[in-house]
């Protein structure tokens, strides 16, 4: 597979363009249903084309990507680009920084007041 075939594994192309650390995490969201070609749910081995549009859900984050190109092997992080164009909304990274704020504020239910150490977390974290 090189840059001028047309078609390669959809799991393969997930690890290629950096979108998983691994070709297995890749195949897992496959399977797990978070990766969906053109609106459909897909497989890992699915052949993908360029043109067609991938919605893959890591994390909070549904990211949306347009496939350009496949590469003939994982590439580097400047030429990502090459091969795919990230359509996904400004909203869902903001979801995702909201849903971490949120993880750092929540305390347990009868935890008691904050410690000195959590009060300077949040003053840092409010600029008060």
Not at 25 to 33: E, K, M, N, P, Q
Not at 76 to 100: D, N
Not at 114 to 119: L, S
Request: charged share 30%; glycine share 10%.
């Amino acid at each position: 597979m090189s840059a001028a075939d047309s078609a390669g594994r959809l799991d393969k192309w997930l690890w290629a363009v950096r979108v998983f650390k691994t070709r297995g995490l890749a195949t897992g969201a496959c399977r797990a249903g978070s990766v969906a070609v053109n609106g459909r749910a897909a497989k890992p081995a699915r052949d993908v084309h360029a043109g067609e549009t991938v919605t893959v859900r890591v994390g909070l984050v549904v990211r949306t990507l347009m496939v350009r190109a496949v590469p003939a092997s994982r590439v580097g992080a400047p030429r990502v680009a090459e091969f795919c164009e990230e359509r996904t909304a400004a909203e869902e990274y903001e979801k995702a920084r909201q849903q971490r704020i949120q993880h750092l504020l929540a305390r347990e239910r009868g935890s008691g007041r904050p410690t000195k150490r959590d009060r300077r977390a949040l003053e840092q974290l409010f600029g008060g």
